[in-house]
């Protein structure tokens, strides 16, 4: 297994070293972590495309591109995503070690990333103005495209009804009726506060001396730092007054049903949460589940139903494609289905499939770079900080009981249906 450091480099940067000697590459991430706030996010994803394009030593993508190729093909990836109510964008790098080069690369790789997210193309206060309003057009042909996949844009608007008036009903790519009036300033002041004020986690994974790693990241890596936002936990334990039943029509050929509940489980109670996840895996997560088998093969009342759940805001979530005139019917299986779930009314054949399916997909995400890196940085921002085979314990040590304990406060609170 990989051999874990972690070191504080200053005032809320934390670098995490994973050395694992089966990986060629080192995968370079850097999360910065802030609260959700709608007036920000949609300057922050407009500034996290900005800083991908161009920096003072490179000011082009031609620039840019032209460099990573010099870096044996170095590749950089970056975007916006949501944990629970946090806000986090983030920048990977991928790099071949330098033990299978004929000459060192990781300082000049490490020079190039600290170009990227320290020196962003600003000029006199502002990034280039033309850029910006090719940048703020792109963003908006995503976010106004986002309601062509009706199954992705029902579990967003099912988010949206069932956590109004909560940091998670926030979109996290942003909204396009802020565009219009967000200037290249607008995009530098972004920059310098979510630079001093992020949470800012490093974490370099793959065949490496950690030595020599840690004494470049020390060197390296300075940002300008001041107030550093406090992240505040979300709010689990909502109990809603009732179900809020919502229908979009849209002319739809195939109705997209989205049924939300609250689970009532903090994922800080960990022999909970993962006999929330067995509980879950058996309900709808995948070929072996009751929605699966029950709801789409034997009643064939949709052409897909599969439920997952939001471990940091304590939501579960079923999505599902049905015939028009069977929504209400879907309604009454789907519950059917999670009230046998939550009455212990499933074998141990289930139990032991929930768990395969779990323990596989977990074993070979972890197979990867990426995964792996993943998983640390997941554990860190939850503050929850637990070991792969730790998590693989909990998993397997699920029984009925623990299931049917984690299951039974689900609550139903949002129907959000487009036909």
Do not use: W
Request: glycine share 6%.
């Amino acid at each position: 297994m990989s051999d874990i450091n972690v070191f504080d480099l200053d005032r809320g940067v934390t670098l995490a070293l994973i050395k694992n000697p089966k990986f060629k590459s080192n995968l370079i991430s850097i999360y910065f972590a802030r609260n959700l706030k709608k007036e920000e996010v949609t300057k922050i994803s407009l500034l996290c495309n900005m800083m991908s394009i161009g920096s003072k030593k490179y000011p082009t993508m031609k620039e840019i591109s032209r460099k990573m190729d010099e870096l044996y093909g170095l590749s950089m990836n970056m975007g916006v995503s949501k944990h629970g109510e946090k806000s986090l964008t983030f920048f990977k790098f991928l790099s071949v070690s330098d033990d299978y080069l004929d000459e060192p690369i990781f300082e000049d790789v490490i020079d190039f990333i600290n170009e990227i997210v320290n020196r962003p193309f600003i000029v006199d206060g502002e990034f280039n103005p033309s850029m910006i309003e090719i940048e703020k057009n792109a963003l908006k042909d995503e976010i106004e495209a986002r309601i062509n996949d009706k199954k992705s844009y029902a579990l967003l608007r099912c988010i949206e009804e069932m956590c109004e008036g909560e940091p998670y009903s926030i979109d996290q790519t942003g909204y396009v009726d802020d565009l219009k009036s967000i200037t290249a300033k607008d995009i530098a002041d972004t920059y310098y506060d979510f630079i001093s004020t992020s949470n800012i986690y490093i974490s370099i994974e793959g065949d490496f001396n950690e030595d020599r790693v840690l004494e470049i990241c020390k060197n390296k890596f300075k940002f300008n730092r001041g107030n550093i936002e406090s992240i505040k936990r979300e709010e689990i334990f909502k109990i809603p007054e009732n179900i809020t039943y919502t229908t979009e029509i849209m002319g739809m050929q195939q109705g997209k049903l989205v049924m939300g509940y609250r689970t009532m489980v903090d994922y800080k109670d960990y022999k909970k949460y993962y006999s929330l996840m067995v509980g879950n895996s058996i309900f709808g997560g995948g070929p072996h589940s009751k929605l699966f088998n029950n709801v789409r093969e034997k009643e064939s009342m949709c052409y897909y139903a599969h439920s997952t759940l939001e471990k940091s805001k304590g939501l579960m979530l079923v999505s599902s494609g049905i015939e028009l005139d069977l929504y209400e019917k879907a309604l009454k299986l789907v519950t059917k289905e999670l009230d046998d779930v939550k009455n212990g009314n499933f074998s141990d054949k289930d139990i032991e499939n929930a768990k395969k399916s779990i323990l596989n997909t977990f074993r070979a995400s972890h197979d990867s770079i990426s995964g792996e890196s993943d998983f640390t940085y997941n554990q860190f921002i939850s503050d929850t900080n637990l070991k792969f085979e730790e998590v693989t314990d909990y998993i397997s040590g699920v029984s009925r009981e623990d299931i049917v304990e984690a299951m039974k406060n689900i609550v139903e609170d949002t129907v959000y249906y487009i036909k």
